[in-house]
């Protein structure tokens, strides 16, 4: 620890982030409190059984390319406190409306092969960032500094800076791959002929080869279970049904806290300790699209019209780039998409834990405008029908949340942004200030998906936020 006077750190919110956070402090010699609002840890990282007993479903995130490639988290002895990744066949799968679907497998080769004219053009822009794919996330999943590896850092950037739509398309002369690429760009929740939105294409492309889209098993509850069972052999304590409503009594001398909340959340418990300049800042902060998510009880797999999907925990619905682009579109234009792109999550296939025998769970959504109320749950499961007729038929529950019910389960999820915030290029690297993870108030900082890098079950930012507090910076 560098600040010998930091003793104790209260973090408020157990998120990955939070729970990251605390670990990195407790690691450091400090005391640590993690204080949860719910009667559960785990933020976006929580499980339960919202259609029918028996049957799991993940509230928030389901699959974790980010999470198996964590540079924190692989530090950690997670194994050990409960988690198991499993690794399904493919990592996604993405239909198209002539009954097969695009593939993106574990092997370049094997996800080449099904590439037509583009494998070459394919296999140039990957494999040399999954070759030093463990270097490149260390200098990317963090907050932006001089790379330790610069050849593959700029390799990257220069694909990564550009939108996916133009990415794609110079790159690539068929809707196969077009198609799949941009599909793995929209999680960004951007328009996809933003700036940058490219990156998030490449990252989650290469983690897809090097670390496999993996789902936990048991739910990504177990995340967070393995991440507080560590903290509490490290003698951290988390308390939970504690909702902190001002930072008053948890800021002292020798002491630091650490929000694991967006700059909305952070106004709410500490406006009243930060100057009126940075207030504005927080205020600023942009939170763009929403998600609408829908779970299902199943009585069977979905029954997909290309056997591809069923080796896959992720499918991405969407047809080709166009339609992909006309979607992720909508959002910033306030509008809702007809044919939405949906993502969706098939964990029952590859762990039997998550259904009673036979059945299964099916997780989906697709973006809206932020803070929608309107109903998608016809338009995604059109989107479903089209490549898996008969659907409907399978289902015996569903749940459906919108970003109103999201943002009333977790106030990180605000009109139900999913990511801590827009990941524009605005906010991209300097998030949600230029100050990153400290404050002006001495002792306080922000540890959530709102400090770099961003959204997704990482915990880089809750380290990142940590080791500033233990540098007292
Ligand atoms: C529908 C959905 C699907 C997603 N899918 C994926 C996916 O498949 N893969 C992936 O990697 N990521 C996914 N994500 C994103 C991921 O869940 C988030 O990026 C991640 O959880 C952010 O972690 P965090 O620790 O910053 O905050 P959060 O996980 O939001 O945790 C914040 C915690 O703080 C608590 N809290 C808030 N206010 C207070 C208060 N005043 N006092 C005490 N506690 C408080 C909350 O209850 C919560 O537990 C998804 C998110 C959603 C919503």
């Known amino acids: 620890m560098n600040n010998p006077h930091l003793q104790q750190a209260a973090v408020i919110g157990s998120g ?6 605390a670990i990195e402090l407790a690691r450091g010699g400090c005391s640590v409190r993690v204080l949860e609002a719910q009667e559960t840890v785990g933020g976006g990282t929580r499980s339960g059984e919202l259609t029918l007993p028996g049957f799991v479903h993940d509230i928030c995130s389901a699959v974790h390319p980010l ?15 409960g988690l198991e990744w499993i690794q399904p066949p493919a990592s996604l799968a993405h239909p198209l409306d002539d009954g097969t679907a695009v593939m993106l497998e574990k092997s370049i080769a094997e996800t080449c092969a099904n590439l037509g004219e583009d494998a070459a053009a394919y296999r140039k822009l990957i494999e040399p960032l ?7 996330f260390a200098d990317l999943l963090g907050p932006i500094r001089f790379p330790k590896h610069p050849l593959t850092f700029v390799r990257f ?12 398309k110079s790159h690539f002369k068929d809707e196969r791959a077009r198609a799949i690429f941009t599909g793995i760009a929209a999680h ?11 990156s998030f294409g490449l990252v989650l492309a290469v983690a897809g080869h090097a670390v496999g889209w993996a789902v936990p098993r048991g739910g990504s509850q177990k995340i ?17 049904n504690s909702r902190v409503e001002s930072i008053d009594d948890l800021l002292k001398p020798e002491s630091a806290v650490l929000c694991d909340l967006t700059p909305r959340g952070l106004l709410k418990v500490a406006g009243h300790h930060l100057p009126k300049n940075y207030r504005r800042k927080l205020e600023r902060y942009r939170y763009d699209a929403g998600a609408f998510k829908i779970d299902w009880a199943l009585s069977e797999p979905i029954p997909w019209k290309s056997a591809g999907c069923a080796r896959a925990a992720t499918v991405h619905l969407g047809g080709t780039l166009e339609e992909i682009a006309a979607s992720e579109n909508s959002p910033s234009k306030g509008k809702h998409a007809e044919k939405p792109f949906v993502l969706l999550a098939q964990p029952s296939l590859f762990d039997s834990t998550r259904a009673p025998e036979g059945k299964h769970t099916a997780w989906a959504y697709c973006h809206v405008p932020n803070g929608s109320t309107f109903d998608m749950t016809e338009r995604i499961e059109n ?17 459906t949340s919108s970003p109103a019910d999201m943002e009333r389960y977790n106030a990180n ?18 998030r949600p200030t230029r100050q990153l993870y400290s404050t002006p108030t001495k002792g306080l900082y922000i540890c959530s998906a709102s400090t770099p890098p961003g959204g997704g079950v990482h915990g880089m930012c809750g380290y990142f936020a940590a080791q500033a507090a233990l540098k007292g910076g």
């Open 16 to 21: 990955p982030n939070g729970l990251a956070a």
């Open 67 to 81: 999470g198996v490639a964590s540079p924190f988290f692989r530090t950690l002895p997670l194994a050990s406190h």
């Open 130 to 136: 999954v070759d030093d794919w463990e270097n490149l």
């Open 157 to 168: 950037g220069l694909s990564a800076m550009r939108s996916a739509n133009g990415l794609a």
């Open 188 to 198: 960004s929740m951007l328009s996809l002929d933003q700036a940058f939105s490219a």
């Open 224 to 240: 967070a279970d393995s991440l507080a069972s560590y903290l509490r052999s490290l003698g951290g304590e988390i308390v939970v």
């Open 383 to 399: 989107q479903i029908e089209r490549f898996a007729p008969g659907f409907r038929d399978c289902i015996i529950k569903r749940k």
């Open 413 to 430: 999820l605000v009109g139900g942004n999913i990511n801590g915030g827009s990941q524009d290029i605005r906010q991209l690297f300097l």
